[in-house]
């Protein structure tokens, strides 16, 4: 570690996030490295979805974006549009060796989002869904794993399947916002398979009048089950990380299961409504992770 002093914090989030931010079980230590992390793909994220500008103007703003994370790896000045997010993870990357191809990767996800979106294009099947998720939710818990000094290819793997499936958790529960928006994660395959096609789902978007076929349902429900199995496949990761490191993830992991619950509870139609996280859920999470922790011990 070096005598330079880190730059100011980088600001709090504001949004709904499945991942854990700086929070109270985070190590002091490590909460600037974590709050640079979460500032740059916070916004980028912003750059990629927020406001009114149109694609074109999205896609030159990442590119500069990307030339200053290129900048901040290279020990370089990165450009003064962003010193909020830049000057900090500039400092974290050079503090705790923040592989650059990880944040990288999380560009090249929203980059792959704006130019879905503009084509109305959406996924063939669960591997192409995966890859996108390889790219926009992986990195996150593997940064993580790297600030907490966890390389094993095991817990990796184990992460990568945490992460993935909150990120297919976030779409199931978003489809009455992303559908009218033109966004499309259900994988072609898998509505042929339900004998559906894209087009469908336009005829039960929020405020239609025709209500989801049971079809439709059924396709939601296949699509929670397979979150569900990567959730778990992933979750016993949660034992090998050591102290707050893994409560944080307990949370987590709980909080992306109760929302597969509630998706279910609603008949898996999230095409009319988008089920959340509630503080009547605090006390249930609380008891499932402790009871996870009881499970490891026994």
């Not at 002093?5 to 929070?23: C, D, I, K, M, R």
């Not at 050079?94 to 503009?118: G, H, N």
């Not at 390389?151 to 009218?180: E, G, H, K, M, Y």
Request: one cysteine or more; aromatic letters at 8%; hydrophobic letters at 45%.
């Amino acid at each position: 570690m070096s005598s330079l002093s880190p730059p100011p914090l980088a600001a709090a989030p504001t949004h709904y996030e499945n991942f854990p931010v700086a929070s109270w079980l985070c190590p002091p230590r490590l909460r600037p490295p974590i709050a640079a992390i979460y500032a740059f793909a916070r916004t980028a994220d912003d750059i990629a979805d927020e406001g009114d500008a149109g694609p074109a103007e999205r896609l030159e703003a990442l590119r500069d974006f990307r030339a200053d994370l290129a900048a901040a790896a290279g020990g370089a000045a990165p450009a003064s549009r962003w010193p909020e997010v830049f000057g900090p993870l500039a400092f974290a990357m050079r503090e705790f060796a923040l592989p650059e191809k990880l944040l990288a990767d999380l560009l090249s996800a929203f980059v792959q989002d704006i130019e879905k979106t503009r084509d109305r294009a959406g996924y063939a099947d669960r591997a192409e869904l995966l890859d996108y998720c390889r790219r926009s939710a992986n990195p996150i818990g593997r940064l993580l794993l790297h600030l907490y000094g966890v390389t094993d290819a095991r817990s990796l793997a184990q992460s990568d399947a945490v992460c993935s499936a909150l990120q297919l958790i976030n779409f199931w529960q978003d489809l009455s916002v992303d559908l009218p928006r033109g966004r499309r994660y259900l994988p072609r395959e898998d509505c042929r398979v339900h004998g559906l096609a894209e087009g469908d789902f336009d005829r039960f978007a929020p405020l239609a009048t025709t209500a989801p076929p049971s079809a439709a349902i059924a396709l939601v429900a296949s699509e929670v089950a397979w979150a569900r199995g990567l959730m778990q496949e992933g979750a016993p990761l949660v034992h090998r990380l050591p102290g707050r490191a893994g409560w944080e993830l307990r949370f987590v992991v709980q909080g992306g299961s109760r929302i597969l619950d509630k998706i279910e509870a609603q008949g898996c139609d999230t095409f009319s409504a988008r089920p959340t996280l509630g503080r009547g859920d605090a006390a249930l999470l609380a008891w499932r992770a402790l009871r996870m922790r009881r499970q490891s011990a026994a």
